[in-house]
């Protein structure tokens, strides 16, 4: 079984889940021995894993013919790809794009993030999947977020396989309802075209079946799960210099993360348990307004604010918690408690989170109550027995979510579309 | 006759390094050192040693009639004890020469003035300590961090000792007055008050080196002959600035050297003198009194305290850092002492306010940067504190456990002396009576 993947964002240069899901997802299908998995990512940095899936990079597909011989493409691009594979691509360039503004060998420019002109940029990303999908050799399309959602469309025009999208976040969720019309066009589009749709939870599936009008039988839901941490990660020791309780928040400081409601409940808990100290590590757009807000509740000697956490340092920040909290409006899936709990840190999730429907040893609250968040606080930090518990059956249960499983509930569905 | 009242303010603060999360409870040391000698250095070498030489020409070719007062922060002495101990050696030669009058300020160059009163009493008891030591006088004049000045200030001014003070002179409190006169304050009629002349300070400090101006480029006769077309009756021009605006603000090449080597000249033409503030104090009575009901500073625009606390982060940090003013009094640790001073310079709630975004000098990259670096260390500081002794205990226990234990140890120590005479009188006797047997 050949695929062809569409995606955003690759380990190790990650800015957020997708990544993160999107490296889970594909370790996982490759174990199946059968699968044969090409993953095009904007911009690959050429220290990818590529030992389970083959990479390409959309800015080292050419649109345009230019003429070059094997050494000059072999010394631009033997880094990220076999020279080989560029005039491969180029032998299927389908239209005249030289009004675009490409580079010297017919490429176009990505920035591999999330820029202002991030619309343009999925639209470059379709045209150049047009060329790809004309060379590669794939039994199905599947396009992850809605980003790749045009180029997975494309791609299915031109070749006529089944197409796969995987919701891994919908705007109406990041947005609270006021969605942006050109994304909520995209994703619907990208659904309607669809020929299944795959969501990270059931709460996004319903989402999807509610706010996008698709069709119930088209939409299944394959939990992400989480890969098993090195050893190296896991004696990393605990580097905190205080003996306070350490209570933690990771990832983007930004409304749907519900930042506000761990500031105002680690209020209530250090009016009672004063020798406490809270993390809010990651950065994002409501940085500040938590640091203000921090200030005007008089705990800000106790609520440290570390800025965004790379790779190694996210473990760092775990290991040294005692508590790892993601009060989430709305959140898709959550793959942040799943580390968390890897290490051995008990968890707090909001119940409108994707991941509280297969988490059974973390405590649940609803986001907007504040008090039943500083009581789940305070209580995992004083009663020593409750803690203890959380941390062993908390990482008996995540160590037996695998991608492996993920993998397998996708290949069923793959096989359900290719032999129809 | 008209005088000329010349004041410069020299402060450096000890810049933090970055402080992490992780820090907290494992690094104990807080500055960054390769910052702070760099501008210590680059800021002795553009203005504090070519401008102390200036001075010293000044003096010089005036005939002694040329006079100037300086505040050094010892927070800035420390600084260059350490690195440009230079700078130091040329001050105490502008000492010698007997024309310059050293004032009094907090030694931190801190707010403390408007948090705990304790605190600012310890903090000045300290900088005339450290003036005295380095240049033999001990401080008449009071001047305050950035000339802050309120009522409430004014009483704890004068119950020091102080008999006069330098401050701004902010037109909302002066309103059609003039600061070319001596004031006092309304709540403590004794205390004598020089307000600073915005207009030919700023001149100096501002406008100087700026094109656009339209009295650019200002030369000593101009700005002499200015001075001296003030009306008769105003005796005193209070000339108050940073002392980097020579060489460092404007650098030499604006020619801000030369202009105040020529001013000895031109105001002898015109009949003008130069004091030092005690000597106005001494020689002119106050005309008036003014009342300052909201601390006022000589800083912005607005000319108040809205810089160092007038955003929610600032007073929370400010908050936090009074919280534990007690209990660190009560220390013996001599580092714990020496970081509270460091941790108390106005500069680290300068850097947090929101008011001069993109303007102004601060090592951090944004106000939010400033007060979380800022809290970290505070909150590494406050654990060190706190370890000392039990928190349990409230600080009026512990002070008086603590002066308990201190008069026994005194009571102890008398006592041994008191053994030791009667033991050797016991000796003595002893001798005298075997001689006799």
Not at chain 1, 103 to 118: A, H, I, M, T, V
Not at chain 1, 220 to 225: F, M, Y
Not at chain 2, 111 to 125: C, I, N
Not at chain 2, 333 to 358: A, E, N, P, V
Request: charge should be negative.
């Amino acid at each position: 079984m050949k695929a062809l993947m569409f995606g955003w964002e690759f380990p190790p240069h990650i800015l957020g889940g997708l990544g993160t899901a999107s490296y889970g997802l594909t370790r996982g299908m490759a174990l199946q021995p059968d699968m044969d998995i090409t993953f095009c990512i904007p911009k690959p940095w050429g220290d990818e894993d590529q030992s389970f899936l083959k990479i390409v990079g959309m800015n080292n597909v050419p649109i345009v013919w230019r003429d070059v011989n094997m050494d000059y493409v072999r010394n631009r691009l033997s880094k990220v790809m076999d020279p080989q594979k560029y005039f491969d691509f180029r032998n299927h360039i389908y239209a005249d794009f030289s009004y675009r503004h490409v580079n010297d060998l017919g490429c176009l420019e990505f920035s591999g993030r999330y820029p202002d002109n991030l619309l343009e940029e999925i639209n470059n990303y379709s045209i150049v999947a047009g060329v790809v999908a004309r060379t590669e050799q794939y039994d199905i399309i599947h396009a992850h977020d809605w980003l790749t959602y045009p180029a997975g469309i494309h791609a299915k025009n031109v070749s006529g396989k089944p197409l796969v999208v995987h919701v891994h976040a919908t705007d109406y969720d990041r947005s609270r309802g006021s969605v942006n019309p050109s994304v909520y066009a995209i994703e619907k589009n990208g659904m309607d075209n669809a020929d299944h749709i795959i969501t990270v939870s059931n709460l996004t599936r319903l989402t999807v079946i509610e706010k996008y009008h698709q069709d119930p039988a088209k939409v299944t839901t394959v939990h992400n799960a989480v890969e098993p941490l090195d050893p190296e990660i896991l004696s990393i020791p605990d580097k905190k210099g205080v003996k306070d309780k350490i209570v933690t928040f990771l990832g983007r400081i930004t409304m749907q993360k519900g930042p506000e409601y761990f500031v105002e409940a680690a209020a209530k808990v250090l009016a009672k348990s004063p020798h406490t100290r809270f993390v809010m590590a990651g950065s994002g757009d409501m940085m500040n307004q938590m640091i203000q807000l921090a200030a005007k509740r008089d705990i800000s000697d106790r609520f440290h604010f570390t800025g965004f956490m790379k790779g190694k340092q996210v473990y760092e920040v775990f290991k040294a918690s005692d508590v790892y909290v993601m009060p989430s409006v709305s959140e898709p899936f959550g793959i942040s408690p799943l580390e968390a709990m890897q290490c051995g840190v008990p968890s707090i999730i909001s119940k409108q989170s994707g991941c509280a429907e297969i988490l059974n040893y973390a405590v649940k609250v609803d986001y907007w109550d504040i008090e039943a968040l500083a009581d789940a606080m305070y209580s995992i930090i004083t009663y020593p027995a409750l803690h203890k518990f959380l941390q062993e059956e908390g990482k008996k249960e995540v160590d037996n979510i695998k991608w492996e499983y993920a993998g397998q509930k996708i290949r069923r569905i793959y096989d359900t579309l290719v032999n129809k | 006759m008209k005088t000329i009242c010349f004041y410069f303010q020299i402060h450096q603060p000890f810049r933090l390094k970055r402080y992490r999360f992780f820090d907290i409870g494992n690094d104990h040391y807080y500055y960054d050192d390769f910052q702070n000698e760099e501008i210590i250095h680059r800021i002795a070498e553009r203005c504090y040693l070519p401008a102390n030489k200036t001075m010293l020409e000044m003096i010089k070719s005036s005939g002694g009639k040329f006079k100037v007062s300086f505040s050094i922060s010892g927070m800035a002495l420390e600084q260059m004890e350490i690195y440009t101990p230079e700078v130091i050696d040329s001050f105490k030669e502008l000492a010698a020469t007997g024309n310059v009058e050293f004032l009094s300020e907090t030694y931190a160059h801190s707010l403390a003035s408007l948090g705990d009163p304790a605190e600012f009493k310890h903090q000045v008891e300290k900088q005339e300590d450290k003036i005295q030591t380095l240049f033999g006088v001990r401080p008449k004049v009071f001047r305050n961090t950035e000339l802050i000045y309120s009522d409430d200030i004014s009483e704890l001014v004068y119950g020091m000792g102080y008999r006069g003070m330098l401050t701004e002179g902010a037109k909302h409190i002066l309103g059609w007055k003039s600061p070319n006169y001596v004031y006092s304050s309304m709540v403590e009629s004794n205390l004598k008050l020089l307000l600073k002349n915005d207009r030919f300070s700023e001149d100096l400090s501002d406008r100087f080196a700026n094109y656009n101006w339209s009295e650019y480029p200002l030369t000593a006769d101009k700005y002499i002959r200015w001075i001296a077309d003030t009306p008769e009756s105003e005796q005193v021009i209070n000339l108050f600035m940073n002392y980097e605006v020579l060489g460092s603000l404007h650098p030499a090449e604006t020619g801000i050297f030369e202009f105040f080597k020529a001013l000895p000249r031109f105001a002898a033409e015109k009949g003008i003198s130069f004091s030092t503030p005690s000597e106005v104090f001494a020689l002119m009575k106050p005309v008036d009194s003014i009342s300052v009901a909201y601390p006022i500073s000589w800083v912005d625009e607005e000319r108040d305290c809205s810089s160092w606390i007038g955003n929610t982060l600032q007073q929370e940090a400010f908050r936090k850092l009074n919280e534990i003013c007690g209990r660190v009094r009560l220390s013996q640790t001599r580092r714990i002492r020496q970081d509270w001073y460091y941790l108390q310079s106005s500069d680290h709630f300068y850097y947090m306010s929101t008011k001069h975004l993109g303007t102004g000098f601060s090592p951090y990259d944004n106000p939010y940067d400033a007060f979380n670096n800022y809290m970290n260390v505070l909150s590494d500081f406050i654990v060190r504190v706190k370890a000392e002794f039990p928190e349990t205990i409230e600080n009026e226990e512990l002070n008086s456990l603590l002066t308990t234990i201190k008069n026994q140890g005194e009571e102890i120590e008398s006592l041994h002396k008191e053994i030791d005479r009667l033991k050797r009188r016991e000796k003595v006797e002893k001798k005298e009576k075997t001689a006799l047997k």
